[in-house]
C-alpha cells in the first residue's frame, strides 16, 4: 500500500521563503517521494515550477484552493538542492534572472 503523500504548509511565508523551505524538505526526501506544497504567496505560482524546473524535480499537479495554491512535488532523481550555488531562490539557477 502507497504511503499518502505530506502536505507541507507554507501559507502566510512570502517569497522567498516557500522555495527556500521547499528545497530544504525535498532534500531530506528519496528520490521519486511526493509532497504537496501549500501556499499563500502568489509568486508561488511562477516560483514553484521555475524551482522544480532548476532544481530537477517534477512539478506533477497545480491546483487553486481556497486563498492558496497547491503543488505536488515529486523528487528529483538528481535533484541540485545540495549545491546553493546551483539554484538561488530569486535568481534562479544562472543567479541572474529574477524569478520572485
Known amino acids: 500500500m502507497a504511503k499518502p503523500t505530506s502536505v507541507y504548509d507554507l501559507k502566510g511565508l512570502n517569497c522567498p521563503l516557500p522555495v527556500l523551505k521547499a528545497k530544504k524538505r525535498l532534500a531530506a526526501m528519496r528520490p521519486g517521494s511526493r509532497l504537496w506544497l501549500e501556499t499563500t504567496d502568489p509568486l508561488a505560482v511562477i516560483d514553484i515550477p521555475a524551482f522544480c524546473t532548476d532544481a530537477g524535480h517534477r512539478l506533477v499537479e497545480t491546483a487553486a ?30 543567479r541572474g534572472s529574477p524569478i520572485g
Open 65 to 94: 484552493v481556497s486563498g492558496a495554491h497547491r503543488f505536488l512535488v515529486e523528487r528529483g532523481e538528481q535533484s541540485l538542492d545540495h549545491d546553493p550555488e546551483k539554484w538561488n531562490p530569486v535568481f534562479g539557477k544562472d
